[in-house]
């Protein structure tokens, strides 16, 4: 059982900053697909960032260049550096495991396991 704590979501202005940290607690002696997922309201779950077995990292398209997706082995923690943020990218930000490689690739929200309480991220313009 992994126990999944996420942190540094905030209010910031379009244009601004944030690093979201998500913490693993239990069953780090595992290997994981990790990855960040968004919901804005009304709107259906997305990923955004994930990193694999191998550690290799993938973004989605709607923030390619705008966000880093890394990570801590020694701390066992996951971030999400976050610039360049508009009002899309508002909302609740979820960090997420699953047992399993996601090779290389963004994983379905569906199909991961653990996940954290989230993080709101507000974006104002």
């Known amino acids: 059982q992994v126990l999944l704590v996420e942190s540094g979501g905030g209010s910031v202005q379009a244009g601004g900053s944030l690093r979201l940290s998500c913490a693993a607690f239990g069953g780090t002696d595992m290997s994981y697909c990790m990855g960040w997922f968004r919901q804005a309201p009304g709107k259906e779950r997305e990923t955004v960032a994930a990193?694999?077995?191998?550690?290799?990292?993938t973004v989605a398209d709607s923030v390619k260049g705008r966000f880093t997706i890394s990570q801590d082995i020694a701390k066992n923690t996951l971030y999400l550096q976050m610039n360049s943020l508009t009002p899309e990218d508002t909302g609740m930000y979820y960090c997420?495991?699953?047992?399993?490689?996601?090779?290389?690739?963004?994983?379905?929200?569906?199909?991961?396991?653990?996940w954290g309480k989230g993080t709101l991220v507000t974006i104002s313009s």
């Open positions: 990193v694999d077995m191998a550690g290799h990292t």
């Open positions: 997420a495991a699953v047992m399993a490689d996601c090779a290389g690739h963004l994983p379905y929200y569906y199909g991961m396991s653990y």
